[in-house]
């Protein structure tokens, strides 16, 4: 899982039936992984919404656009997702809340991941949590903006206790596999921060509340270059997540 290999991302955020995302946790957890990594992808995270009882998010990567196509066709069309996509669908009222991303820099997509994959049957999710901060516009992110998130918001998300362990904005390539539809004519750049557990979290928002530069310089210009307020997801990982 690194930017290099993986330099197409999907952010896939799926509204799930009340009361049923342990449900596809489960099977997505025990039955859904290894194929779709045998297909060709990379399966780099996935997480419940931490605000939102009914929403699970996940990450997939690709080596390129057209590998995209091929990966999802063999998984799509394989006989794993026949077997199991009455049950997973019957969790979900929309799965087609996906943005399709790139790293911003060309250092900027995802670490390699610190450890293996947890085998099958691991129950126990980590304490660790993600935050994903998106930010929209009606423009392409351009290099301005770029720069000045890595030599002011990245600095001072660091500063704070949130490093950004990977920053993404849109790939605005043609979505090559129909069939899974993705948002399209939107913006969007998003970055990605690791907390060990819930305290670091707390500890973080409590130093940004505090840092004096934060409010009076940096966000303040972080805004005037977007129509409104970032969105943020807290994100918890699954128990065999490989972004933990």
Do not use: K
């Amino acid at each position: 899982m690194t930017g290099v290999r993986y330099p197409v991302v999907e952010l896939r955020q799926y509204t799930l039936h009340p009361g049923r995302r342990d449900d596809l946790i489960g099977l997505f957890e025990r039955e859904l992984i290894e194929p779709q990594e045998a297909a060709g992808m990379a399966v780099m995270g996935q997480f419940r919404d931490v605000d939102d009882p009914d929403r699970f998010v996940w990450l997939r990567g690709f080596p390129d656009i057209q590998t995209r196509s091929e990966a999802l066709g063999r998984f799509y069309q394989g006989p794993v997702w026949r077997a199991h996509r009455d049950q997973a669908n019957a969790t979900m009222i929309d799965s087609d809340n996906v943005l399709l991303l790139r790293p911003a820099a060309p250092r900027a997509g995802f670490p390699a991941p610190a450890a293996p994959r947890p085998p099958a049957g691991h129950g126990s999710p980590p304490p660790s949590l993600v935050t994903a901060t998106l930010c929209f516009r009606d423009r392409p992110f351009d290099e301005a903006f770029t720069h000045f998130f890595a030599s002011q918001v990245g600095p001072t998300m660091s500063q704070t206790g949130a490093a950004p362990l990977a920053c993404l904005q849109t790939e605005p390539a043609e979505n090559t596999y129909p069939a899974l539809p993705i948002r399209t004519g939107e913006n969007v750049f998003v970055w990605f921060s690791r907390f060990a557990d819930p305290s670091r979290l707390s500890a973080h928002r409590d130093a940004l509340a505090r840092h004096r530069d934060w409010h009076a310089r940096v966000r303040p210009a972080l805004l005037a270059m977007l129509p409104g307020e970032p969105q943020q997801l807290t994100l918890a990982p699954t128990p065999r997540s490989l972004l933990r």
